[in-house]
């Protein structure tokens, strides 16, 4: 039973990066309703990786690539510094 307690461990870890990514990304795309007002400047960084990341959300496309970029920066820890 260990072995399938790992897997799906790992797979809980995977959907919640995806989750993060995808919140990640609405957060950005919602700030952008609010320019030309600014956040702090703790949101502003995190903000600014996002887009390092992804692009705005301009017109209609398929979010799963961006989805996976961003999962992959949760991964990867790019917002580690941000949430302390």
Do not use: N
Request: hydrophobic fraction near 50%; glycine fraction near 8%.
């Amino acid at each position: 039973m260990g072995m399938t307690g790992a897997i799906k461990l790992r797979q809980i870890v995977e959907h919640a990066e995806r989750i993060v990514g995808i919140e990640l990304m609405c957060a950005a795309q919602g700030l952008e309703f609010r320019r030309p007002l600014k956040s702090s400047a703790k949101i502003e960084l995190v903000y600014a990786a996002v887009r390092g990341v992804v692009a705005r959300l301009e017109q209609d496309r398929v979010l799963a690539t961006d989805i996976d970029a961003l999962a992959g920066a949760v991964r990867a820890g790019v917002f580690d510094a941000w949430c302390a």
